[in-house]
């Protein structure tokens, strides 16, 4: 079974802390994405990556920075964290190998930063 | 810029009915559209992709149209059991991995 897999399902943090979220794709699939998710204001892109060490801004890059050292595995980092970052955050995956064309996310972080 | 709009934010139907979930999106030059659900607290899941050639895709008691030239696609959901009850996202794909979301309709089906 194909999937999209995030390391934590709930993390709370202080603020000033640096929170490291983790996603991981076993689909081969070359694009990888980030967003957050917050009531009223739907799906934001944070920073997506089209291949190995790439990547690009997304609408809300601002106090986070994103690795994609592997071509299965993109991580999200968040230098200083701070309360207006508290958010559930979805990895997806895109590309040509299985289930391709299908955007395929993983079950979300849920981040409390107090 | 793409907008997509879900209309009705939210519904509520008895167990049976048959419904019929809106999309609209304002630039027709879409590689394709696929509709997700959301669980309270849970990822997307993926139902139905529809190819920017295609007019409709079907899997089990759902069917999901396309009509790019007036921006629409509506999710049609049969017989519907409130385990359908869930966030019904649209997602089109404007250029090279720009997803553009809908906000969603909340779905309730009562027993």
């Known amino acids: 079974d194909v999937k999209v897999t995030q390391s934590s399902r709930y993390l709370v943090k202080r603020t000033g802390e640096k929170v490291f979220l983790e996603c991981v794709q076993d689909m081969d699939h070359e694009n990888m994405f980030w967003y957050r998710q917050d009531p009223g204001l739907g799906l934001r892109l944070i920073y997506f990556s089209y291949d190995v060490k790439m990547k690009e801004k997304g609408d809300i890059p601002e106090g986070y920075s994103v690795s994609r050292e592997k071509k299965e595995r993109f991580s999200l980092i968040l230098e200083s964290a701070s309360t207006n970052q508290t958010s559930m955050y979805l990895c997806a995956s895109w590309g040509m190998g299985v289930g391709a064309n299908v955007l395929t996310f993983g079950a979300g972080s849920r981040l409390t930063v107090l | 810029k793409q907008e997509v709009t879900q209309i009705p934010a939210a519904l509520s139907v008895p167990e049976g009915e048959n419904l019929v979930l809106n999309c609209s999106f304002t630039?027709?030059?879409?590689?394709?559209l696929q509709w997700f659900r959301q669980d309270p607290g849970k990822g997307l899941t993926s139902l139905l992709l529809?190819?920017?050639?295609?007019r409709e895709q079907t899997s089990g008691r759902l069917n999901a149209s396309l009509d790019k030239s007036s921006g629409r696609s509506t999710l049609y959901i049969a017989a519907s059991q409130p385990g359908d009850s869930a966030t019904y996202l649209c997602a089109v794909v404007s250029g090279t991995y720009k997803y553009i979301f809908g906000t969603g309709t909340r779905l309730k089906v009562l027993a």
């Open positions: 529809i190819q920017s050639s295609q």
């Open positions: 630039d027709s030059a879409i590689y394709n």
